[in-house]
């Protein structure tokens, strides 16, 4: 894929604000692509992924509207390693195919791929600099676990189930400390901004 327009890939782990600081960039004027969002289009109701992840896991992997049981297939996957990669290795491919259709529109100056598994998959062979939102993992769970109601554990589940913080810390081209005064966000992702539109200037 021809990286242009400049592609910064966000990313970290649950509960670490990776949302919130893709929607300051998106105040600023800056496209975002979602890799969240695509694991989700490309199990919609008809899609053929679905068709074949009912047909694996059995018909009642399916809601009665049609809608994937999210709940019931994260269940089966961090419980069995097995099930997990026959799930990515169908799901995977596709979510790549969307993401670069949306990359590859944008019109911004820089782009940004949002992906909580950037590191764990080759998204991160999409992007041209990455920028990880970083919180102590005590404090991911504590904000995850209150803002969706998940239980603790299953979070700690889905965190041990990731690279490990200090991995992602070691990978990462940029790190925004998410533990800091949450009035300095706006601030220090403005001066982010500006960095990456250097960045995305010196390569065009």
Do not use: C
């Amino acid at each position: 894929m021809k990286k242009h327009p400049y592609i910064v890939g966000l990313t970290g782990g649950i509960g670490s604000g990776k949302s919130t600081v893709a929607t300051e960039f998106r105040h600023l004027g800056i496209a975002t692509v979602d890799a969240d969002y695509a694991s989700r289009a490309v199990v919609e109701p008809n899609m053929p992924a679905l068709t074949d992840i009912a047909m694996h896991f059995g018909k009642d992997i399916v809601l009665p509207n049609g809608q994937l049981n999210r709940a019931k297939l994260r269940e089966i996957i961090f419980a069995d390693a097995d099930q997990k990669t026959w799930l990515e290795a169908l799901l995977h491919p596709l979510i790549s195919e969307w993401v670069i259709a949306q990359l590859a529109s944008a019109s911004s100056e820089y782009v940004i791929l949002e992906s909580p598994l950037l590191f764990e998959t080759d998204q991160h062979l999409l992007v041209n600099t990455v920028l990880l939102v970083d919180l102590p993992v005590d404090q991911q769970i504590e904000r995850a676990s209150s803002r969706d109601g998940n239980d603790k554990q299953q979070i700690e589940r889905i965190i041990a189930s990731q690279m490990s913080r200090q991995d992602k810390l070691n990978k990462a081209n940029w790190v925004f400390d998410n533990a800091l005064n949450q009035g300095t966000m706006k601030a220090r992702i403005e001066g982010l901004h500006s960095e990456f539109m250097a960045l995305a200037q010196s390569t065009n």
